[in-house]
């Protein structure tokens, strides 16, 4: 008995209008003439600003009171930051706080935004703003220190709020 070999092909077969191309370019044309009517999902930056909800992970800043910084230089973030991109100098003060950061400076370049300083800071000194403007010319200008890291608490009280309520 002959034995018969069959071959599947995936290809399909076009048919007439297909072969044509012109109606499939009207229909592609029309799906097009319909996206220009439906609301826009883009803005016109920077004239239309982004404001992110108080989730949002933008960089990280430090937390400034009437007194200073809130940050008592435990150096906890610096040891959990997985990009090693926080050096963290501590100093004593005569505040009630002991110590504080003589030198505290994070290096943008490296940062990943992942929160885990945040998340492992005791004191909520160190938090993520809504800022995601960030450009540098040269490498040195990412390492912020704290003349561009404080960020006055009032200013960060959406975030600190979200964080009560998702530490509980
Ligand atoms: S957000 Fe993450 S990567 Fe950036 S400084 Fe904090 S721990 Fe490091
Ligand atoms: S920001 Fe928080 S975790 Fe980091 S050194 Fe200051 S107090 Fe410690």
Request: proline content about 7%; overall charge neutral; some cysteine.
């Amino acid at each position: 008995m002959a034995t018969k070999t069959v071959i599947a092909s995936s290809t399909k077969r076009m048919t007439f209008w297909e072969k044509l191309y012109l109606p499939e370019i009207a229909k592609g044309m029309g799906l097009t003439l319909k996206q220009m009517f439906q609301p826009k999902f883009t803005r016109e930056y920077p004239e239309e600003r982004y404001e992110p909800a108080a989730s949002y992970r933008g960089r990280p800043v430090l937390v400034q009171e009437d007194y200073g910084e809130r940050c008592v230089a435990c150096g906890l973030c610096s040891r959990v930051c997985p990009a090693i991109a926080i050096e963290v100098q501590a100093a004593e003060t005569p505040q009630e706080k002991e110590r504080f950061p003589s030198l505290f400076e994070i290096n943008m370049l490296r940062c990943i935004f992942c929160g885990f300083c945040e998340e492992a800071c005791p004191e909520e000194a160190i938090v993520m703003s809504k800022d995601y403007e960030l450009t540098f010319r040269r490498p040195e200008d990412a390492i912020f220190g704290k003349d561009r890291l404080l960020v006055p608490v009032a200013k960060l009280q959406d975030r600190l709020e979200y964080l009560r309520l998702y530490k509980g």
